[in-house]
């Protein structure tokens, strides 16, 4: 009994595992074109609702910033 329960529980795990598909509820991406004057905190500041430096960091991360410099015309995706 317990056998043929737990085959059943693996099919269904299996069952939903392939029916998942990926959440569209983050929305699109949302890009920000750098302008003269703006940092990486000012940026952060603008698009980030929380923690500034969190948003930092996911803007550093996101984009493969080697540091802290960005360009006028630059293209960032942010949170």
């Not at 043929?4 to 569209?24: I, N, P, R």
């Not at 699109?28 to 923690?51: C, M, N």
Request: one cysteine or more; a positive charge; charged letters at 15%.
């Amino acid at each position: 009994m317990f056998g043929k329960f737990l085959v059943l529980l693996c099919a269904a795990a299996l069952a939903v595992g392939l029916a998942a598909h990926s959440s569209s509820g983050a929305g699109p991406k949302q890009i920000y074109v750098v302008r003269p004057g703006d940092t990486l905190w000012s940026v952060a500041e603008r698009t980030y609702s929380g923690d500034p430096r969190q948003g930092v960091w996911q803007i550093e991360q996101r984009n493969h910033l080697g540091g802290a410099t960005i360009t006028p015309g630059e293209k960032l995706v942010v949170p």
